[in-house]
């Protein structure tokens, strides 16, 4: 029987996958710098794949009042102070 939306799934399920040897010697890799086994570092690079996918698709629906309120804010644009501050602060990636 498949679980509920709102319940947690708390068995670990076996995924059985067949790549070529040149992935798998990458991911093991790229699992080794970031301190995790295999297993670990593909089931959290899934799950982020997976959680961007689905907040892709995310929807929002706007009755028309709050749609033109969210379009007048749009068009206004940044108040200059925020700006300012935004474009000044450092990017988490370094210069």
Not at 39 to 64: G, N, P, R, S, Y
Not at 76 to 92: D, F, H, I, N, Q
């Amino acid at each position: 029987m498949p679980a509920k939306e709102d319940q947690k799934i708390s068995t670990s399920v076996p995924i059985n996958l067949r790549i070529p040897r040149e992935a798998q010697l990458m991911i093991d890799r790229a699992a080794k710098l970031s301190g995790k086994n295999r297993t670990e570092f593909m089931v959290e690079a899934a799950m982020a794949a997976a959680e961007d996918k689905l907040l892709d698709q995310a929807f929002i629906a706007l009755d028309a009042q709050a749609y033109a309120q969210f379009l007048d804010v749009l068009d206004r644009g940044p108040e200059p102070e925020g700006y300012k501050r935004l474009m000044s602060a450092p990017s988490p990636w370094g210069k």
